[in-house]
């Protein structure tokens, strides 16, 4: 079992940059993967980013890439996801997952969600 709890939303202009947390309780969340998603209103929960547990492989979603950086503190039980040159069209609600079963793009894949935690950029 794995418990995910984020952090670190909130609201800023376009251009800032914030860092999200997830903050994972349960033993076994270093040894599996981890992953960022968002949804926007009125749309479908997409991937941003994904991370194996050694950190070993990356993914992102082509809308992020070069702008947001996933990490992980296995040690801190923690994932992170720097987003930088944020846009209007980041603003969503983010989630943190862990744990996947097939497809990583896919958000039915993963087991373990958190609350999520608002992001809004204004312009």
């Known amino acids: 079992q794995v418990q995910l709890v984020e952090s670190g939303g909130g609201l800023v202009r376009a251009g800032d940059s914030l860092r999200l947390s997830c903050a994972a309780s349960g033993r076994t969340f270093s040894r599996v993967p981890v992953a960022w998603f968002r949804q926007a209103p009125g749309k479908e929960r997409e991937f941003v980013a994904t991370?194996?547990?050694?950190?070993?492989?990356?993914y992102y979603a082509d809308s992020v890439k070069g702008r947001f950086t996933i990490s992980r503190d296995n040690a801190k039980n923690t994932a992170y996801l720097q987003m930088n040159s944020l846009k209007p069209e980041d603003t969503a609600v983010y989630y943190c997952?862990?744990?996947?079963?097939?497809?990583?793009?896919?958000?039915?894949?993963?087991?373990?969600w958190g609350q999520g935690t608002q992001v809004t950029v204004s312009s």
């Open positions: 991370m194996t547990s050694s950190g070993g492989n990356i």
């Open positions: 997952a862990a744990d996947v079963d097939g497809n990583w793009r896919e958000s039915w894949s993963w087991d373990y």
